[in-house]
């Protein structure tokens, strides 16, 4: 059984910041990538930014160069800090892993269960 358990979201106002944390817990052998996604309601899920065990980072379109990535392999934790958002950001962000799970061997994806975060003044 594997868990992914975000915190961080809310509310922030528009230039502010915001660090949305994810943690990965249960029959994890090991992770390959951690990621966001984020969605807003009657649209398609998107990519906001992944990374790879290597340190290899994939940024959405519409969050390069404002939002950053980051990872700590040793606590199966993922971090995505957002600076300066602006209102078109708030969506329901869903952290992404990709691992082997210890019981099957097998690579699956896992995701989180999402957290809210809301950027309005």
């Known amino acids: 059984h594997v868990q992914l358990v975000e915190s961080g979201g809310g509310l922030v106002q528009p230039g502010g910041s915001l660090r949305l944390s994810c943690v990965a817990s249960?029959?994890?052998?090991?992770?390959?990538?951690m990621g966001w996604y984020r969605q807003v309601p009657g649209k398609q899920r998107e990519l906001v930014a992944r990374?790879?065990?290597?340190?290899?980072?994939n940024y959405g379109d519409s969050t390069k160069g404002r939002f950053t990535i980051s990872r700590d392999n040793a606590a199966n934790t993922v971090y995505l800090q957002q600076d300066s958002p602006k209102p078109e950001d708030t969506a329901v962000y869903y952290c992404?892993?990709?691992?082997?799970?210890?019981?099957?061997?097998?690579?699956?994806?896992?995701w989180g269960q999402g957290t809210q975060v809301t950027v309005s003044s």
């Open positions: 992404y892993a990709y691992l082997l799970d210890r019981n099957n061997l097998a690579f699956s994806e896992y």
């Open positions: 249960g029959s994890i052998y090991s992770i390959k990538t």
């Open positions: 990374i790879t065990t290597e340190g290899d980072i």
